[in-house]
């Protein structure tokens, strides 16, 4: 079993960074992948970035790509989404997941998730 608990969102102005943080519980965190999730209102909750196990291997939405960068400390039992040159159409709650199988850009494939934290981007 694992939870999660993420933290850092919060209200940025276009072009701002902000870093989200996943704060894991359970010895066992270093044998999970972990994906964060997005979710706007009236939309459905969509892919942004995901980590495997050891942190070797990422993967990005094509619409982050290049200015997001997941990464994980296994030490702390934490992963973070680093976001810069933020935009509007960022906006929304962000998830984190994690699972024990192979890392997947599909939510349902991820077992734990964590409460969700509001990203709020100003024009």
């Known amino acids: 079993q694992v939870q999660l608990v993420e933290s850092g969102g919060g209200l940025v102005q276009a072009g701002g960074s902000l870093r989200l943080a996943c704060a894991a519980s359970?010895?066992?965190?270093?044998?999970?992948?972990v994906g964060w999730f997005r979710q706007a209102p009236g939309k459905e909750r969509e892919f942004v970035a995901a980590i495997s196990e050891s942190g070797g291997s990422t993967y990005y939405a094509d619409s982050v790509k290049g200015r997001f960068t997941i990464s994980r400390d296994n030490g702390k039992n934490t992963v973070y989404l680093q976001m810069n040159s933020l935009k509007p159409e960022d906006a929304a709650v962000y998830f984190c997941a994690a699972d024990d199988a192979v890392v997947s850009r599909t939510a349902s494939s991820y077992d734990y998730w964590g409460q969700g934290n509001q990203v709020t981007v100003s024009s």
């Open positions: 359970g010895r066992a965190f270093r044998l999970y992948v």
